[in-house]
């Protein structure tokens, strides 16, 4: 199984930017999928995680709550992250992670799959 983000770049604050992440080698249907991220010098946080199971409703850090949407397509066997209103300091690079698992959904030990980043930057 492996996870392909993308959709990163360098936009204005006050802008929009959907990040994408596509497994391949499997089914995402039941999978729980998390983003990440992690800026220059710091630690990688938590930004919100989605679980397969039929009407799950997404969980997000609370830096993130009304601003950024995580939401699948089980046809495209892929996960989003709609990024709005971004703020400088949500310049990171941002990771998805995967796990079929339902402990520490908000933290990196609960996932055992990961992709390789995608590069957000957020001007001022």
């Known amino acids: 199984v492996q996870l392909q983000a993308s959709g990163g770049g360098l936009v204005q604050a006050g802008g929009s930017l959907r990040l994408s992440c596509t497994v391949s080698?499997?089914?995402?249907?039941?999978?729980?999928m998390g983003w990440f991220r992690q800026a220059p010098g710091k630690e990688r946080e938590f930004v919100g995680t989605l679980t397969w199971l039929a009407g799950g409703i997404p969980t997000y850090a609370e830096f993130v709550k009304g601003r950024f949407t995580i939401s699948r397509d089980y046809g495209k066997n892929t996960v989003y992250l709609q990024m709005n209103s971004l703020k400088p300091e949500d310049t990171a690079v941002y990771y998805c992670a995967a796990t079929r698992f339902f402990t520490a959904l908000s933290a990196d030990r609960g996932y055992d799959l990961w992709g390789q980043g995608t590069q957000v930057t957020v001007s001022s």
């Open positions: 080698g499997q089914t995402t249907n039941n999978y729980n």
